[in-house]
């Protein structure tokens, strides 16, 4: 469930949205970068974050409806104006509520009227609202009007390859600057309207995170199935005119957009900073299911490709001071590269995304194997096969710090194919029949990203109790490896690596 409560300070709204999506994303205390979103799509598929467990359909509905309140805080302004739980917020001074970027902009106002929806009856309430008071409101859902459908065909897309009988969430292709806005989805602008220009010029909702692909227009087009596509590099330009700043991605596919192509890109995006933040580079991701003839990079080619990347990034930190494009994290496993130093991702932009995920859960392995005490815990980890070696080198660490007994097992993907290789992407059934009869260990540990929002479900539907059931261990769900120590509360940092990302749209 979806909920947020503005933070007491009076803060300028981009900090406020900054704290929306620290809310929304971390919301249940999960890391956001496990959930998934409302929509997995291209090869990028989202297990992560916006993930909550919410499925968009639900609210689907054409207009705004308002917000619906789901909880309201004692002593706040909401409570104190007497709304309730069940209400629906329609409008703030005659402006429709048509998500919570809404209700913050325009419920920032001292003096307010507010038209509420109770029971069927709509009626209106004065309010005033000192500088920098709380409202204390949870909604359900932070977008009230329906989240924007995806209006591509992309050959590469996760969600055309998702076979039949997955959760729900998993078929849904959305395309939603105000989720870009929020959680940092990757949205292609393909779908925006005058209206939405208008208004991410008046709200100036930045940065926006967008899947280029190509800057060659006719390219993208095709990659993007949509023959209407407009050119992405004026609509960057037109947004940086806005204020608005970009982190930007290009799926790369052998032999469609690589090499000049790719050269391209990076050139014409790199033009265009400091609207454009950041570049990253992700590798297609393909399945069984693929029906249209797109192969995984081979380890050569991916060296070729790294080669190229990482010429562009010393040359933009010497005219930057950043290296602005950046490889995501699978593209050193398949070369079998050592990862990039944490300096040299600039901060993380596109952590998210898997890029630098797999260093940063390196340096989080570093600080928290200071705090570790003796344990006689002996388990059984498991992972993708990517990220295999990584965590085997993290576990024998953890091993010879708490005295554990740890053994790491890389489960293949049957499910999805040999070609899916990260951890976020195993299913439960993969899992048990990969180790039934064969865990010479007590307890069982399996990656957090396996898990949707709640924790709870594989993406075969299957609970821990089902896969403690059919392999008779004790099962724990960690998503660092101190939690391997604990019962189930929630190795999967860095198996979001090797889910090839958090972003909806590659
Ligand atoms: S933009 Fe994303 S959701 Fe839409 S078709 Fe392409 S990959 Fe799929």
Wanted: charged share 25%; with cysteine; aromatic share 10%.
């Amino acid at each position: 469930m979806t909920t947020w409560t503005p933070r007491k300070s009076p803060l300028a709204f981009s900090e406020e949205v900054a704290y929306l999506r620290e809310v929304f994303s971390f919301d249940g205390g999960e890391t956001a970068v496990e959930e998934a979103p409302y929509s997995l799509c291209g090869e990028r598929i989202a297990m992560k974050k916006q993930w909550r467990g919410h499925c968009p359909e639900a609210s689907s509905s054409p207009g705004s409806p308002g917000g619906l309140i789901e909880h309201i805080e004692p002593g706040k302004l909401a409570a104190r104006l007497g709304l309730r739980p069940g209400d629906r917020l329609i409008a703030i001074n005659d402006h429709p509520l048509r998500d919570v970027i809404d209700f913050r902009f325009y419920g920032s106002e001292e003096e307010m009227e507010l038209l509420i929806e109770r029971e069927g009856r709509r009626f209106t309430l004065k309010a005033q609202r000192e500088y920098g008071e709380e409202w204390g409101v949870e909604f359900a859902e932070p977008v009230f009007d329906g989240i924007r459908w995806c209006n591509n065909r992309c050959e590469f897309c996760f969600v055309n390859q998702m076979p039949p009988g997955m959760r729900k969430s998993l078929y849904v292709k959305d395309d939603d600057y105000r989720y870009s806005f929020l959680f940092g989805n990757f949205i292609t602008l393909t779908n925006l309207t005058e209206e939405d220009w208008e208004r991410l010029a008046e709200q100036r909702l930045s940065p926006l995170y967008v899947s280029v692909h190509s800057t060659d227009l006719n390219l993208r087009r095709e990659l993007l199935g949509n023959p209407d596509a407009p050119d992405v590099l004026e609509q960057i330009r037109r947004l940086g005119e806005l204020g608005i700043e970009v982190h930007t991605q290009i799926v790369l596919i052998p032999g469609r957009n690589d090499g000049p192509h790719l050269k391209r890109t990076i050139e014409d995006l790199s033009a265009l900073y400091p609207t454009v933040q950041s570049i990253a580079v992700v590798p297609v991701g393909v399945t069984r299911f693929q029906r249209h003839g797109i192969r995984p990079y081979s380890p050569s080619e991916a060296k070729e490709v790294v080669a190229q990347v990482i010429a562009y990034q010393a040359h933009f930190r010497k005219f930057y001071e950043i290296g602005l494009v950046y490889l995501s994290d699978e593209w050193y496993f398949m070369c079998d590269l050592p990862l990039p130093a944490a300096e040299e991702y600039d901060g993380f932009p596109q952590l998210e995304n898997g890029v630098g995920l797999a260093r940063a859960f390196l340096e989080d392995w570093e600080s928290e194997k200071a705090g570790l005490r003796p344990t006689t815990l002996e388990a059984t980890v498991v992972c993708g096969t990517m990220p295999y070696p990584l965590i085997r080198q993290v576990m024998e660490e953890f091993s010879a710090v708490t005295g554990a007994e740890v053994e790491v097992v890389a489960v293949e993907n049957r499910f999805f194919g040999p070609m899916v290789t990260v951890s976020g992407l195993l299913t439960g059934q993969d899992v048990v029949e990969a180790l039934r009869g064969k865990i010479a260990t007590e307890t069982l540990v399996l990656p957090r990203a396996m898990f949707d929002a709640e924790g709870k479900l594989t993406l075969d539907d299957m609970t821990v109790e089902d896969i403690e059931k059919a392999l008779g261990v004790e099962v724990r769900v960690a998503a660092t490896p101190g939690q391997c120590r604990q019962p189930v509360d929630g190795f999967a940092s860095i198996s979001v690596v090797h889910h090839a990302g958090r972003h909806p749209h590659p």
